[in-house]
């Protein structure tokens, strides 16, 4: 199935200019959902974007509707872009993924209302969320990596202390 086709299994609803992603199909566990488009890659992020890379950002387009859950249904595999079922999802049922999986540092935070036990409260990005928070989710590769990057920094204010 081309990514265009699976594209077309997905639905954009909009109701009270609150937009939402959901599914013409079931999906199982593991499954790609469909591929994340890459055309137009950017340096800075905006709200139709997903962060790809360190200072990297792609237009999603009709993913742009995917909205955030503490408690995510999808992921967001930014090393094969594409969309992966996070576990079995029903025909009909709207999608969500982990936005701080994604993006250090968001442009527009929000306090999050999904509802769930381990809610984060304020999705501002990966850089200020505990690691034990961190590690219950898939976290892309760009975040790791900055993620030791900002661990290994502290090293420098302990040696700034000392001088």
Same mark, same amino acid.
Not at 39 to 59: F, M
Not at 121 to 147: D, K, Q
């Given at each position: 199935?081309?990514? +265009? +086709?699976?594209?077309?299994?997905l +639905?954009?609803?909009?109701?009270?200019?609150?937009?939402?992603?959901?599914?013409?199909?079931? /999906?199982?566990?593991?499954?790609?959902?469909? @591929?994340?488009?890459?055309? $137009?890659?950017?340096? %800075?992020?905006?709200? /139709?974007?997903?962060?790809?890379?360190?200072?990297?950002h792609? !237009?999603v387009g %009709?993913? @742009?509707?995917?909205?955030?859950?503490? $408690?995510?249904?999808?992921?967001?595999?930014?090393?094969?872009?594409?969309?992966v079922?996070?576990? $079995?999802?029903?025909?009909?049922?709207?999608?969500?993924?982990? /936005?701080?999986?994604?993006?250090?540092?968001?442009?527009?935070?929000?306090?999050c209302?999904c509802?769930? @036990?381990?809610c984060?409260?304020?999705?501002?990005?990966a850089?200020?969320?505990?690691?034990?928070?961190?590690?219950? !989710? /898939?976290?892309?590769? !760009?975040?790791r990596?900055?993620?030791?990057?900002?661990?290994?920094?502290?090293?420098?204010?302990?040696?700034?202390?000392?001088?």
């Amino acid at each position: 199935m081309s990514s +265009t +086709t699976m594209m077309e299994t997905l +639905t954009i609803k909009t109701e009270n200019k609150f937009r939402t992603l959901t599914t013409k199909r079931a /999906y199982k566990k593991g499954e790609i959902i469909c @591929a994340m488009p890459s055309e $137009d890659v950017r340096e %800075k992020p905006n709200r /139709y974007t997903v962060q790809i890379g360190r200072d990297k950002h792609t !237009h999603v387009g %009709k993913l @742009a509707a995917l909205n955030h859950s503490c $408690d995510p249904n999808v992921i967001l595999d930014t090393e094969s872009m594409e969309m992966v079922a996070a576990r $079995d999802i029903e025909k009909g049922e709207e999608l969500f993924f982990f /936005y701080p999986s994604t993006e250090w540092q968001m442009d527009a935070p929000f306090i999050c209302l999904c509802g769930s @036990a381990n809610c984060i409260n304020v999705v501002a990005g990966a850089r200020f969320l505990p690691l034990s928070t961190l590690e219950r !989710h /898939y976290l892309n590769p !760009h975040i790791r990596e900055m993620m030791i990057e900002l661990l290994n920094n502290t090293k420098h204010n302990l040696e700034k202390i000392k001088s």
